[in-house]
């Protein structure tokens, strides 16, 4: 069962060919969770950091987080509220 999530994690790492040119042309994207039963904080920094980094804040208006139970929720939350906080403290 770990296994299987694992794998389809590193499946959504390879999404990002997909994802960042979407949101380069202005596109919203969502970020289906369906099946994925937990994650790591560490997988979802590696997601939506990169997002952030480039795009800025901002960008967290074009993601849809699709389907994610409420363990993955407090993840993506944990991490957005890492990484505004990491974006107030740079400047």
């Given amino acids: 069962m ?4 694992v794998t389809k994690q590193l499946s959504s790492l390879a999404q990002l ?3 960042l040119p979407a949101l380069r042309q202005n596109k919203k994207v ?3 969770f369906t ?3 937990s994650t790591t904080q560490s997988f979802v920094h590696a997601l939506i950091s990169k997002l952030i980094q480039e795009f800025g804040p901002a960008v967290l208006d074009r993601l849809i987080f699709k389907s994610c139970n409420q363990t993955v929720k407090k993840l993506v939350s944990i991490v957005i509220d890492y990484m505004q906080y990491e974006e107030t403290t740079d400047t």
């Fill in 35 to 37: 099946g994925v039963t």
């Fill in 17 to 19: 060919n997909e994802v």
């Fill in 30 to 32: 969502v970020l289906d």
């Fill in 2 to 5: 770990f296994w299987n999530n």
